[in-house]
């Protein structure tokens, strides 16, 4: 088989909301240059599948039936010398934007709906457009079984007819992105979480968190509905809250801005500590919260104004509502209004003196109130509906926008008389209509609640999946590099102060200090006697520990070499040569680690330096690809050719994959 060249391979990349991938690989390696949405609409014959919503084409508005024959054949006539369609005639168009009536096939990484799933990947390889002769490396979640590998594997052969095709785990995928051969990776996705621990290029199956529920970017959603439902937002618009930059994650025990609350529990998590120093946990976020002033009411408790009800905030005006109930016209009456008070109130402070300094702005997590643009899918879906027609939806788009555009034409106003964008009839001007185009814009202000979308114990959640993870790695000297190694990835965890916020939680509820001393008393060895009444500290063996004359305390070289495997080599201890080795003889103190770390991302991809590594699975996937397809060319097995795949059928994968 001839050698694969870089411009011939296509990286796949599945997920539970976004599916990314690419043909070729570029000299220096991108983000992925296709980004499609995992979701799939059914298509009007039974068992096919649309990428789109298809909607029924309304170009004109409604019109009143014609009052006589000559009256309805001299309207045809026009619209036939227009060339516009006959009545009869019904156009359907696609609508990238909506998700109304959509199938997500992938849910908590796994594959739930595969005539869906098998749907998308198609229209992801028909989107590249790629050329013959082309291999497929496909990332794969870890939820999927080696069933369901084969499964992928059979399809991809007899679909696409490829000449190779190669299965990468997306931990693995990361841990090439990093460069690092030993790491803990935590994949934070829609629906979920995966932990795993990578050990010399290897995943750890055994002990491996797969599709960890009720902790992915969904429940950080559903975490912001559950504060602010009350004040009329829905789950569209906690999830753009989610996104934007207001948004933001406080370590626990930080006070909101302008309340008595703090961002996050907590939890007792060392009792000694909390006795003693009134800290909740150990480690050096418990420690910094030593001697705080009292933080006043816990969360969910009503105090002062809001709990009289006289909170300003009233709530977020359901909008679509009001258009689909036909109020429309009303609504935009009013807006009009308010717009002409500012412009007068604007106008009579012209005069106004100026204030000499300009006021410090504080940053996000000091104020108690801001603001964020949502784009209102739900509303634009509601005159969709109402079959306005092309011009009257745009028409009603200009007039509803708050965007820039808008306030930019707010501005060119000035003091002047403001020029109704609206006439009596609830229309706008056509050239204003004209200029703007896209989606619904609105201006929506949120409270310290933005800074609550971790309150469900998420980061607690995820945090004991880690330790769980690394505590179930065999190798008990490789724990201490993968508490060191942390690696925390995912679009689920793009979320201002998420990384943050969860090495603080580590830090809090796993960390111990080197100097506290109790890694040296902890466990005393049976062969160890109490101190013996000769003034010493130092306990004394009552067993012969073969010293000879090195006199090296026993407990501190267990300690320190626990910690430090390095130090101890493969046959056993040379200090103490009647000591077995490290490996089997003090396994306890892998369990809780003095440092937890994350892994630095790499500086030689200037593209990926732009936009984050959330998607460093793509980036290692890239990796693997030059390698197995072009350095390698298989090698080392890292792929399945179709002379392979001929002779062994899909169950030959597992001797492939990586």
């Known amino acids: 088989m001839p050698p694969f060249k870089d411009e011939q391979i296509i990286i796949i990349a599945p997920g539970s909301g976004t599916t990314v991938a690419q043909l070729g690989l570029p000299e220096s390696f991108t983000p992925p240059r296709l980004r499609l949405r995992s979701c799939m609409f059914p298509a009007e014959k039974e068992g096919e599948w649309e990428p789109y919503k298809v909607r029924r084409r309304m170009d004109k508005l409604p019109e009143r039936p014609p009052a006589t024959q000559e009256e309805a054949q001299e309207i045809n006539d026009m619209k036939k010398s227009l060339g516009e369609p006959d009545e009869d005639e019904i156009i359907y168009e696609e609508d990238t934007v909506s998700e109304e009536g959509a199938v997500w096939p992938i849910q908590e990484g796994k594959i739930v709906n595969w005539p869906c799933f098998f749907a998308l990947i198609t229209h992801v390889y028909n989107a590249m457009n790629p050329p013959f002769h082309t291999p497929i490396l496909l990332i794969a979640q870890p939820a999927w079984t080696p069933r369901e590998h084969e499964k992928l594997t059979q399809f991809f052969f007899e679909k696409f007819k490829t000449p190779a095709f190669g299965l990468m785990d997306s931990a693995l995928a990361t841990s090439w992105a990093y460069g690092v051969h030993t790491s803990t990776v935590v994949d934070v996705g829609k629906g979920k979480v995966d932990v795993t621990a990578v050990s010399e290029f290897l995943p750890h199956i055994q002990g491996r968190v797969v599709a960890l529920a009720d902790c992915g970017g969904e429940a950080l959603t559903q975490g912001l509905l559950a504060k602010l439902k009350s004040k009329g937002f829905n789950r569209d618009m906690c999830e753009q809250l989610k996104k934007n930059a207001i948004c933001e994650i406080l370590p626990a025990g930080t006070p909101l801005p302008g309340t008595g609350e703090v961002s996050g529990e907590d939890t007792v998590t060392n009792p000694a500590a909390a006795a003693s120093t009134g800290a909740p946990g150990s480690g050096p976020a418990a420690a910094s919260a030593i001697g705080n002033a009292p933080r006043g009411p816990g969360a969910d408790t009503e105090v ?12 977020v005006l359901d909008v679509a509502s009001i258009v689909a109930g036909g109020k429309m016209n009303e609504y935009l009456a009013r807006k009009e209004k308010e717009k002409q008070e500012k412009a007068a109130a604007k106008k009579k402070g012209i005069e106004a003196p100026v204030p000499p300094t300009k006021p410090v702005r504080l940053p996000n997590s000091k104020r108690e109130r801001a603001t964020f643009m949502y ?16 011009k009257g939806i745009a028409e009603a788009q200009a007039a509803l926008d708050e965007g820039p555009q808008k306030k930019s034409q707010d501005a060119q106003d000035g003091t002047s008389e403001p020029k109704s964008a609206v006439d009596a009839h609830g229309s706008t001007d056509a050239a204003t209509s004209a200029s703007r185009t896209g989606p619904i814009r609105r201006e929506i202000e949120v409270g310290v609640e933005r800074f609550q979308a971790a309150s469900g114990g998420v980061l607690e959640t995820i945090a004991d999946a880690i330790h769980r993870t690394i505590s179930s790695v065999e190798e008990v000297n490789k724990r201490s590099e993968l508490w060191d190694s942390l690696i925390i990835c995912g679009n689920g965890s793009r979320i201002r102060g998420f990384k943050d916020a969860l090495m603080a939680v580590l830090q809090s509820k796993y960390l111990i200090s080197p100097s506290s001393a109790t890694i040296f008393t902890s466990e005393i060895p049976s062969n160890i006697s109490t101190p013996a009444g000769t ?6 063996p009552q067993l012969g520990l073969h010293g000879g004359s090195s006199q090296v305390n026993p407990l501190l070289l267990a300690a320190t070499t626990a910690q430090n495997p390095h130090l101890m080599p493969p046959g056993g201890n040379p200090l103490l040569p009647g000591m077995p080795s490290s490996h089997s003889t003090h ?23 732009d936009v984050g590594y959330d998607e460093a699975a793509f ?24 002379p392979d795949y001929n002779d062994q059928g899909p169950t030959g994968i597992h001797d492939y994959s990586l």
């Open 304 to 315: 002062g104004d809001e709990a009289n009800g006289d909170d300003e905030n009233e709530g």
């Open 375 to 390: 784009e209102d899918h739900v509303l634009l879906d509601t005159l969709k509906n109402m079959n306005l027609g092309s």
């Open 587 to 609: 396994s306890s103190h892998g369990q809780t680690p003095t440092s937890i770390k994350f892994v630095k991302p790499p500086e030689y991809f200037p593209e990926w330096k």
């Open 619 to 642: 980036l290692g996937a890239q990796v693997a690809a030059k390698v197995i397809f072009v350095v390698d060319q298989g090698q080392s097995k890292g792929y399945m050719t179709r």
């Open 535 to 540: 003034g010493a500290n130092t306990p004394q």
